[in-house]
């Protein structure tokens, strides 16, 4: 999958679970501010993402894990 697929993929994903525009999810956005998420819709992200992506994201993963374009690198990087 290419870098460009991941992010297509991803943001579909996102505005579709999150009910946000896919315009709003800038590479350099902060996940967290941009989704307005709690710890409970943390782990429906990462739920989501390990669905899709069949890629296991660890807590001290997570923590680093703080913009889009980090969240693509980190797929990028690690999916199947």
């Known amino acids: ?7 297509a993929k991803v943001n579909a994903a996102l505005a579709e679970e999150f009910e946000v525009e896919e315009s709003v999810l ?3 956005a902060n996940i967290k501010e941009t989704l307005e998420l709690d ?3 943390l782990v429906d992200l ?3 993402i390990e669905s899709n992506f069949g890629v296991k ?3 001290s993963e997570l923590v680093k894990i703080q913009t889009f374009q980090a969240l693509y690198d980190y797929l990028e990087a690690n999916a199947k």
């Not at 999958?1 to 992010?7: A, F, R, S, V, Y």
């Open 1 to 7: 999958m290419t870098k460009q697929e991941i992010i």
């Open 26 to 28: 800038a590479p350099e």
């Open 39 to 41: 710890s409970l819709s």
């Open 46 to 48: 990462v739920a989501l």
């Open 57 to 59: 994201i660890a807590g």
